[in-house]
């Protein structure tokens, strides 16, 4: 999370008084290490997210998505607003026909709230009409699949309510469980551009090369390169979620 999201939770947290030894350094760091479960960790460069120019006044689903889906065509928006890309909406209202909700992945029963659903496109309502096509993450899928997400597909003029709106701008600071993401890694070749010598390290899954290149002896230099490949994916991007903040 963003420093400032680190700030604002530890002062949310002052008045408590169990743990007192965890509350106290929590006080004095500023920092809130763990919490409910949650191991915390600050970083300067999370991604901060600002809205289109879409608001919460008239968007509506335009037409049923089908089963599997990740199109949602809408209408309702204003001539040439945006919706950005990592926007995030609900579908419908809690308590009405309309509600999408999240269902548990094992028992496939209803959640007491919405499915949040996140734009991965960015998209432009069309000239004229306000219509829109968002490409969204997760895709639509029903009870009639094994892959079962939501409690019914959007239905033809369901609401749709935006997390942001009117180009605010909001920090994307980021929880998610250890099975959500993964490190991919890859062996290395041997160096091919002329190493006087080299070798080979590993440290956990990665594999490190290190080869040292002829002496610029114009510079007095030696030249030493070190090597790594690997790449983090999110198998299980369900697994992890933003958490809009300071």
């Known amino acids: 999370m963003s420093p400032l999201a680190m700030v604002a939770l530890a002062d949310s947290l002052k008045n408590a008084t169990n743990p007192g030894k965890a509350i106290s350094n929590q ?15 600050q970083c300067n460069s999370t991604y901060r997210h600002t809205a289109g120019t879409a608001d919460n006044t008239t968007p509506l689903v335009d037409g049923a998505p089908t ?38 992945q094992e028992t496939k029963q ?19 009409s306000g ?6 993450s997760p895709a639509f899928y029903d009870s009639t699949d094994s892959r079962q997400n ?8 369901a609401t749709i309510t935006f997390d942001t709106v009117d180009e605010e701008s909001s920090q994307a600071n980021i929880l998610y469980a250890p099975s959500a993401l993964s490190l991919i890694t890859a062996p290395l070749a041997s160096d091919s551009t002329g190493a ?23 510079n007095d230099q030696e030249s030493l390169r070190v090597d790594a490949a690997w790449v983090w994916v999110a198998p299980r991007p369900e697994h992890g979620c933003v958490n ?3």
């Open 27 to 41: 006080n004095v760091s500023g920092q809130v290490k763990s919490l409910a479960g949650i191991d915390f960790y």
């Open 67 to 104: 089963n599997g889906s990740n199109t949602l065509h809408i209408d309702g928006t204003t001539n040439g607003d945006i919706v950005t890309n990592a926007t995030h909406f609900v579908i419908g209202t809690v308590g009405a026909s309309d509600a999408v909700y999240a269902v548990d």
């Open 110 to 128: 209803s959640l007491p709230y919405l499915q949040k659903f996140s734009v991965i496109s960015t998209s432009a309502a069309s000239s004229g």
């Open 131 to 136: 219509d829109v096509d968002l490409t969204v």
């Open 150 to 157: 939501i409690s019914q597909l959007p239905a033809d003029g």
């Open 196 to 218: 006087l010598k080299e070798s080979f390290q590993t440290y956990g899954p990665v594999q490190i090369r290190t080869a040292i290149h002829p002496r610029d002896s114009i």
């Open 244 to 246: 809009w903040g300071a």
